[in-house]
């Protein structure tokens, strides 16, 4: 049993995530916490096996495992908890960025790479780079099998060109970008 609790995500967490979606109160959740706090640990071994992989090819750092609970302060949407689990892989050392995001829920798993929010000074290096230029990175996101798989390029991006940067580089779609994830 703790093998397979190791290397996938099971039916009773889906479903119990299904369950959290549709009672999210805390009324439904105190009720329930046993049975999150058993469906959590099912994660966290997942998430930990998970990081074991990537570290066969990554230089991983960190395992960040995020909270249930939602910050409602400042939000319109006032449910008090996240309807999924998630956690983020970050990579080691300041000579690689990036890393990678791993959300389950019952209606919108997914797995992220790239930068999300990247430092002032690596989003100027970025830029600088595909200010030079961008054919390899073309290459790959043009890639028929690579788009099967990661989708496009996504992440928020400035209306116009940034500051410094010319609105007529034949680049300016790439050094727009804020946030760089597949």
């Known amino acids: 049993l703790s093998r397979m609790l190791e290397t996938k995500i099971t ?20 009720e329930h916490k046993a049975e999150f706090k058993a469906e959590e640990t099912k994660v966290k071994i997942f998430f930990n096996h998970i990081l074991e992989k990537l570290k066969t090819h ?19 949407n006032k449910t ?9 892989f970050s990579r080691a050392g300041k ?9 389950i829920a019952s209606d919108n798993s997914f797995v992220a790479t790239g930068f999300w929010n990247p430092e002032k000074e690596d989003l100027l290096r970025i830029r600088k780079e595909w200010e030079i230029d961008t054919t390899v990175l073309t290459d790959i996101i043009d890639n028929e099998n690579f788009k099967s798989i990661w989708g496009p ?14 609105k007529e580089d034949p680049n300016i779609e790439f050094i727009r970008k804020k946030q760089y994830i597949f």
């Open 11 to 30: 039916k009773s967490t889906l479903q119990f995530l299904n369950k959290l979606n549709e009672n999210n109160n805390r009324e439904w959740f105190t």
């Open 58 to 76: 990554d230089e991983i750092e960190k395992l960040k495992v995020f909270r249930i609970y939602r910050d409602v302060r400042f939000s319109k």
């Open 80 to 88: 008090p908890y996240k309807n999924n689990l998630s956690a983020s």
């Open 95 to 103: 000579h690689r960025r990036g890393g990678y995001y791993l959300q």
């Open 153 to 166: 390029l996504v992440g928020d991006e400035l209306k116009t060109s940034p500051k410094g940067f010319d």
